[in-house]
C-alpha cells in the first residue's frame, strides 16, 4: 500500500519522520512518499482529504475530522511557549487589535490564537519564513511568528510584543497543541494502529541518534546553528509528541472548547486520537 504523508521542511517534523525518510524504520506492507510542504499548504490539501497521512494545524482538524482521524503520536505541543507576536519597536497590548498582522495563514493553530487573545486585527497572509522581512520593511505593524523564527527573531532586529504561548498557559495551564498529524478514516483502524506505531519507532531511532537526525534536521534549518536546531526540535518534539496522554487531550478539548464560546469554529470536533 502506498501512503503519501505530507509534513513541514522544518526541523522538528525532519527530525521526527527521518528514520522512515533513511530507511532506518519500516512499516510492514506499506510504502511511504514523503510530501514536503509549508503547513497552511498541508491544510489546504487536507481539507480536499487527498493525502493519506498529514501534519495539519490543530485549528484546520474543526474543518476535516469527518475526512481524518487524529494519529496520537506526532502532535507539536508548546510547553508555556508558542507563537509569538514580533514588531520593529514595542507596541502595547491595548493598540495590537488595530495593527496589521502577517500570518502564516489563516488556518493555522497561530492565527486562532491570534483571535482568542488579541481580537480581531487586519492581517495580510505571508509565507511564514517571509514574514520577519515584511515586518522589517514595513508592509506589516506585527507579524505572527511559528517555526525557528521564534527563537531567531531577536537577531533579525525584531522585538517580541506578546507570546501566545505564554497567554495560553497562564489561563490553561495546559500545553499548548500547535499541529498534529491526521489519517484519513477511510483507511481502517489497522493500518492506523500500524502508521502510529511507525511514526513512533521513527521518533525513537530519532532520539537513540540525536545527532544522526539532527544532521539530517539541519538540512531543514534556514540558517541556524546545530545548537538552535537542537534547542528548536527539543521544543516541539516532546513527551506529547510520543503521546498525547491525558494533558494532550485536554489541550486540544480547551482549545476547541474556547474557539467555539467565541464563535470562532462552528462546533468542537471528536478528540479520539490512535
Known amino acids: ?115 482568542l487573545y488579541v481580537g480581531d486585527p487586519p492581517t495580510i497572509e505571508v509565507a511564514f519564513d517571509k514574514i520577519p522581512k515584511v515586518v522589517l520593511e514595513g508592509q506589516a505593524d506585527l507579524g505572527l511568528l511559528i517555526h525557528e523564527g521564534q527563537i531567531t527573531h531577536q537577531r533579525m532586529g525584531l522585538v517580541k510584543v506578546l507570546d501566545l504561548g505564554e497567554e495560553w498557559q497562564k489561563e490553561s495551564g495546559l500545553p499548548l497543541p500547535l499541529g498534529i498529524n491526521v489519517m484519513r478514516r477511510d483507511l481502517g483502524e489497522e493500518t492506523h494502529r500500524k502508521l502510529s506505531q511507525g511514526l513512533r519507532d521513527s521518533m525513537d531511532y530519532a532520539f537513540a541518534n540525536v545527532d544522526e537526525a539532527l544532521d539530517y534536521a539541519m538540512r531543514y534549518g534556514r540558517d541556524i546553528d546545530k545548537e538552535t536546531c537542537r534547542r528548536f526540535v527539543l521544543m516541539y518534539v516532546n513527551d506529547y509528541t510520543m503521546r498525547l496522554g491525558d494533558d494532550g487531550r485536554a489541550a486540544l478539548r480547551r482549545l476547541y472548547e474556547m474557539a467555539h464560546a467565541k464563535k470562532l469554529i462552528q462546533a468542537v470536533p471528536p478528540v479520539d486520537p490512535i
Do not use: Q, W
Not at 524504520?25 to 498541508?42: A, F, M, R
Not at 494545524?57 to 474543518?63: E, H, K, M, R, V
Not at 496589521?100 to 483571535?115: D, K, Q
Open 1 to 115: 500500500m502506498l501512503i503519501r504523508i505530507g509534513h513541514s521542511p522544518d526541523p522538528d517534523d525532519a527530525f521526527m519522520f527521518y528514520a522512515l525518510t533513511a530507511g532506518k524504520v519500516k512499516i510492514p506492507g506499506i510504502t511511504i512518499e514523503h510530501v514536503l510542504e509549508d503547513i497552511e499548504s498541508l491544510n489546504r490539501r487536507a481539507r480536499t482529504g487527498e493525502l493519506e497521512v498529514t501534519a495539519i494545524s490543530a485549528a484546520t482538524y474543526t474543518l476535516v475530522h469527518p475526512t481524518y482521524r487524529m494519529m496520537d503520536p506526532g502532535a507539536s505541543m508548546g510547553k508555556g511557549y508558542g507563537p509569538i507576536l514580533v514588531a520593529r519597536e514595542p507596541i502595547e497590548r491595548a493598540r495590537l487589535e488595530e495593527k496589521v498582522v502577517a500570518i502564516p495563514g489563516s488556518h493555522t493553530t497561530a492565527a486562532l490564537l491570534l483571535r
